[in-house]
């Protein structure tokens, strides 16, 4: 139905009464065939009489790019079409954003291709929101007429995967296999990348299916994909067997593919194929990079294994290849906590004259590692330098000079240090109070060592198991004992774990005052709480237990410990040590002798044991004649019995 209106004409445009979109569609090819090229005013400067109607034109299909292919002859070269911009603007992830894009299409009259989906889909504004993503792409496949197409697919399954979202990255994946799309390579290879990063395994395999039904040849940037996903999902003897297809076909593994090996022993822990699979690099003419070596230092130095870790910093060197600032930080935490503090200033001097800038972290391991060993000198002097250098020490760097300071005795200097960070908005944490009540009750001064430990809450700084074996230790090793049993009480109302050393501080000062019985209850109430003894928690028990007699009690102990899996491997040793030097050199004798009777050890090396305690506690003349003698490993004849001779044989005669 038409209605017409006769009017004479006015003095303003026409133009100015139709609607302006801003900018204007662009077809590029687009479905709308009814639009015209010509002058969208020439129809009233010809005719004085305006014609509205009820009907509008179809909308028309924009695209991402502006249709300029007779004026640029590459890709790169495209003009982005105005309307990305405008509709990422409307993607603001409020309740009504499809309402929104619903009413800003309707009124400019245009509909978003797939291929524009797809483009926004892929803009870094969608990157970070998935949700939004989503959202766009099911209010873009609701469109009239309109059908995702395979790059829409996409763009979404690798901004989903980008974040890491499993579950929608699911979702799309069941409405893309319904959809019958023929397989391209590019799609397959991102399919592959987005799939693996998941580890999603399965949709894997049907991404590689297709292509197979699809007559589509794998590329080394698809192997590699499928590699990377498979060592991600841990399906490392899978990537095994892709990794053999590509040494004996067509396309060879290259340096990416190795590393994603070597990536995938390094996560299973297994560091000898990891490093076997570094040396078969060479084997097939396959350069390994930094990432290589970056990789496997990771695994060893997480295994302890520090001599390993300095080992592949030296071939990287011998190679040439650059070493990142990381591998610089193994290298020297790893040989500072081997007690190797000097190599460790050796490889960090070496790093500084390449131009490599040290960081908080090295600075604090050298010096950490130099006061442990006692030189607390040197570690000053890289203090001062670490704030020459321009970098500000943290709360950690701060708590190592304490604790290194309280070790050496200088406790007025950490207190120094102390009050300074205090007063200069440094975190005082409970690793200073540990190590200044530790340093106080070492020296004596125990009162002020409970001051600092009672100060801790009023400060609030929550006192931890290093706190609480500070004092217990300093309250045993003054004969305070009891006042010691009542902290270990308060610990436990106030929640503090109760550690091994725990235990064995106050079962060695119980020992000390002969309370042999208390010591045997807090001995079996740590076995029942599910502690594990170690080998310095029955060497306390086992010397008292030996001092005051009870020489069977103690074996008797030991015996019981073989099941949990505690084997103290000089436990002997310990308790003969202590017998001989206490005097008691009949008593370390029978030891031997049962010892030996009890097939426990081999005679001979009771007999080493035995001279090295009597030449240690001053008895000479007892191991020269034990030296020179059979006891212990000779044998007497008595008629046809024939019987070995006893350790005790050397105190008897």
Same mark, same amino acid.
């Given at each position: 139905?038409?209605?017409?209106?006769?009017?004479?004409?006015?003095s303003?445009?026409?133009h100015?009464?139709l609607?302006?979109p801003?900018?204007?569609?662009?077809r590029?090819?687009?479905?709308?065939s009814?639009?015209s090229?010509?002058?969208?005013?020439s129809?009233f400067s010809?005719?004085?009489?305006?014609?509205?109607?009820?009907?509008?034109? $179809?909308?028309?299909w924009?695209?991402?790019?502006?249709?300029?292919s @007779?004026?640029?002859?590459?890709?790169?070269?495209?003009?982005?079409?105005?309307?990305?911009?405008?509709?990422?603007?409307?993607?603001?992830?409020?309740?009504?954003?499809?309402?929104n894009?619903d009413?800003?299409?309707?009124?400019?009259?245009?509909?978003?291709?797939?291929?524009f989906?797809?483009?926004?889909?892929r803009?870094?504004?969608?990157?970070? @929101?998935? *949700?939004?993503?989503?959202?766009f !792409?099911?209010?873009?496949?609701?469109?009239?007429?309109?059908?995702h197409?395979?790059?829409?697919?996409?763009?979404?399954?690798?901004?989903?995967?980008l974040?890491?979202?499993?579950d929608?990255?699911m979702?799309?994946?069941?409405e893309l296999?319904?959809?019958?799309?023929?397989m391209?390579?590019?799609?397959?290879?991102? !399919?592959?990348k987005?799939?693996?990063?998941?580890?999603?395994v399965e949709?894997?395999?049907?991404?590689?299916r297709?292509?197979k039904e699809?007559?589509?040849?794998?590329?080394l940037?698809?192997?590699?994909?499928?590699v990377n996903?498979?060592?991600?999902? +841990?399906?490392?003897?899978?990537?095994?067997?892709?990794?053999?297809? +590509?040494e004996?076909?067509?396309?060879?593994?290259?340096?990416?593919?190795?590393n994603?090996?070597i990536?995938?022993?390094c996560k299973?822990g297994?560091v000898?194929k990891? +490093?076997?699979?570094?040396?078969?690099? *060479?084997?097939?003419?396959?350069e390994?990079?930094?990432?290589s070596?970056?990789?496997?230092?990771?695994?060893?130095?997480?295994?302890?294994?520090?001599d390993?870790?300095l080992g592949?910093?030296?071939?990287m060197?011998?190679r040439?290849? *650059?070493?990142?600032?990381?591998?610089?930080g193994?290298v020297?935490?790893?040989l500072?906590?081997?007690g190797?503090?000097?190599?460790?200033?050796v490889?960090?001097?070496? +790093?500084v004259q390449?131009g490599?800038?040290a960081?908080v972290?090295?600075?604090t391991?050298l010096? @950490?590692?130099?006061?442990k060993c006692?030189s607390?000198?040197?570690?000053?002097?890289? !203090?001062?330098?670490m704030?020459?250098?321009?970098?500000?020490?943290?709360?950690?760097?701060?708590?190592? &000079?304490?604790?290194g300071?309280?070790?050496?005795?200088?406790?007025?200097?950490a207190?120094?240090?102390?009050?300074?960070?205090?007063?200069?908005?440094?975190?005082?944490?409970?690793?200073f109070?540990s190590?200044l009540i530790?340093?106080?009750?070492?020296?004596?001064k125990?009162n002020?060592a409970?001051?600092?430990?009672?100060?801790?809450?009023s400060k609030?700084?929550?006192?931890?198991?290093?706190c609480?074996?500070?004092?217990i230790?300093a309250?045993?090793?003054?004969?305070?004992?009891?006042e010691a049993?009542?902290?270990f009480k308060r610990?436990?109302d106030?929640?503090c774990?109760?550690?091994?050393?725990t235990?064995?501080?106050? &079962?060695g000062?119980?020992?000390?005052?002969?309370r042999?019985?208390?010591?045997?209850?807090l001995?079996?109430m740590?076995?029942d709480?599910g502690?594990?003894p170690?080998?310095?928690?029955?060497?306390?028990?086992?010397?008292?237990?030996?001092?005051?007699?009870k &020489?069977?009690?103690?074996?008797?102990?030991?015996d019981?410990?073989? $099941?949990?899996?505690?084997?103290?491997?000089?436990a !002997?040793?310990?308790?003969?040590?202590?017998?001989?030097?206490?005097?008691?050199?009949?008593?370390?004798?029978k030891?031997a002798?049962g010892?030996?009777?009890?097939g426990?050890?081999?005679p001979?090396?009771?007999?080493?044991?035995?001279i090295?305690?009597l030449?240690k506690a001053?008895?000479?003349?007892?191991?020269?004649k034990?030296?020179?003698?059979?006891i212990? &490993?000779?044998y007497?004849?008595?008629?046809?019995?024939?019987?070995?001779?006893?350790?005790?044989?050397l105190?008897?005669?």
């Amino acid at each position: 139905m038409r209605r017409t209106l006769l009017r004479a004409p006015l003095s303003f445009p026409a133009h100015s009464l139709l609607p302006r979109p801003l900018p204007h569609p662009y077809r590029n090819g687009g479905s709308s065939s009814e639009a015209s090229n010509s002058d969208p005013t020439s129809s009233f400067s010809s005719n004085p009489r305006w014609v509205f109607t009820n009907s509008l034109p $179809p909308p028309e299909w924009v695209e991402p790019f502006n249709d300029v292919s @007779d004026l640029v002859c590459s890709p790169q070269q495209r003009e982005l079409s105005p309307w990305v911009d405008q509709i990422l603007n409307l993607l603001a992830g409020s309740s009504n954003m499809e309402a929104n894009l619903d009413s800003y299409c309707h009124k400019l009259l245009i509909k978003l291709s797939p291929n524009f989906v797809a483009y926004v889909l892929r803009s870094a504004g969608l990157r970070k @929101d998935p *949700e939004i993503a989503l959202r766009f !792409f099911n209010w873009a496949g609701k469109q009239k007429r309109y059908s995702h197409n395979l790059e829409c697919f996409v763009s979404l399954i690798d901004l989903l995967s980008l974040c890491g979202d499993l579950d929608r990255t699911m979702l799309v994946f069941c409405e893309l296999k319904g959809k019958g799309f023929l397989m391209t390579m590019s799609a397959a290879n991102s !399919f592959i990348k987005s799939f693996g990063s998941l580890g999603m395994v399965e949709e894997l395999l049907w991404v590689w299916r297709q292509m197979k039904e699809n007559g589509i040849e794998p590329s080394l940037y698809t192997y590699n994909f499928l590699v990377n996903g498979l060592v991600n999902s +841990m399906f490392i003897e899978s990537a095994e067997r892709v990794f053999e297809a +590509m040494e004996g076909g067509k396309i060879a593994p290259d340096v990416v593919t190795y590393n994603t090996m070597i990536k995938g022993y390094c996560k299973a822990g297994n560091v000898q194929k990891a +490093m076997e699979k570094l040396s078969s690099m *060479e084997a097939n003419n396959v350069e390994p990079d930094k990432i290589s070596y970056m990789t496997l230092m990771q695994l060893c130095y997480s295994k302890g294994d520090y001599d390993s870790c300095l080992g592949l910093y030296n071939e990287m060197e011998e190679r040439g290849i *650059e070493i990142p600032p990381h591998a610089y930080g193994l290298v020297i935490s790893g040989l500072c906590k081997n007690g190797k503090c000097m190599e460790g200033y050796v490889v960090f001097e070496n +790093m500084v004259q390449k131009g490599c800038k040290a960081n908080v972290a090295m600075y604090t391991a050298l010096i @950490d590692s130099y006061a442990k060993c006692g030189s607390i000198k040197e570690a000053i002097k890289l !203090f001062k330098r670490m704030k020459n250098d321009g970098f500000e020490p943290d709360q950690v760097t701060y708590g190592v &000079i304490v604790n290194g300071l309280c070790k050496s005795g200088r406790l007025e200097e950490a207190m120094e240090y102390f009050e300074f960070c205090r007063g200069n908005g440094v975190t005082v944490n409970s690793m200073f109070y540990s190590s200044l009540i530790d340093g106080l009750g070492k020296a004596g001064k125990v009162n002020e060592a409970q001051m600092l430990f009672e100060e801790m809450v009023s400060k609030g700084c929550p006192r931890d198991s290093y706190c609480y074996n500070a004092l217990i230790d300093a309250l045993a090793k003054s004969g305070n004992t009891d006042e010691a049993l009542l902290l270990f009480k308060r610990m436990e109302d106030e929640g503090c774990d109760q550690t091994v050393y725990t235990y064995t501080i106050l &079962i060695g000062g119980l020992l000390k005052q002969h309370r042999n019985e208390e010591a045997l209850k807090l001995w079996d109430m740590m076995i029942d709480k599910g502690i594990t003894p170690t080998a310095a928690s029955f060497r306390a028990l086992s010397m008292g237990l030996c001092l005051s007699g009870k &020489i069977s009690r103690a074996c008797k102990i030991l015996d019981e410990l073989a $099941p949990m899996g505690v084997i103290p491997e000089t436990a !002997f040793e310990d308790m003969i040590n202590v017998l001989c030097k206490a005097g008691r050199v009949k008593e370390a004798c029978k030891l031997a002798d049962g010892i030996v009777d009890r097939g426990r050890e081999i005679p001979g090396r009771v007999r080493t044991i035995l001279i090295n305690a009597l030449r240690k506690a001053g008895n000479a003349d007892l191991a020269v004649k034990l030296m020179h003698s059979k006891i212990g &490993i000779g044998y007497d004849r008595m008629g046809s019995i024939k019987r070995r001779v006893r350790f005790r044989i050397l105190i008897d005669s």
